[in-house]
């Protein structure tokens, strides 16, 4: 079992830049596919970072390519999301997702994932 807390979230002006980090417990998140998701009103979730387990390597979608950069602290336990250059459309519910045998071409799939986090709020305004 594998417990996710996301923190980090809140309010930001277009071009500011926020941290979300996701502290897991029941597991070292080196061993998991973790992801980050978000979801906005009205509209389906989506990934927008992924960092696969045992260094296997990062991906971004196209939306947030360049501005955001997804990390992980082992000894901290925990994933991040570094968000720049923020942007009007980036407002979301925020989720980390952990996947223990999520194959490559699965990673974006919401469904591969077998732990989430409550989500944190990120409100960006212009």
């Not at 980090?8 to 998140?29: E, F, I, K, N």
């Not at 968000?83 to 999520?102: F, H, I, Q, R």
Request: hydrophobic letters at 35%; charged letters at 15%; aromatic letters at 8%.
């Amino acid at each position: 079992q594998v417990q996710l807390q996301e923190s980090g979230g809140g309010m930001a002006q277009v071009g500011d830049s926020l941290r979300l980090s996701c502290a897991a417990s029941g597991r070292t998140v080196s061993t998991a596919t973790v992801a980050w998701f978000r979801q906005a009103p009205g509209k389906e979730r989506e990934s927008v970072a992924i960092i696969r387990r045992h260094g296997g390597g990062t991906y971004y979608a196209d939306s947030v390519k360049g501005r955001f950069a997804i990390s992980r602290d082992n000894a901290k336990n925990t994933v991040s999301l570094q968000m720049n250059s923020l942007k009007p459309e980036d407002t979301a519910v925020y989720y980390c997702a952990a996947g223990m045998g999520v194959i490559l071409s699965n990673i974006w799939n919401g469904a591969a994932y077998d732990y989430w986090g409550q989500g944190t709020q990120v409100t960006v305004s212009s």
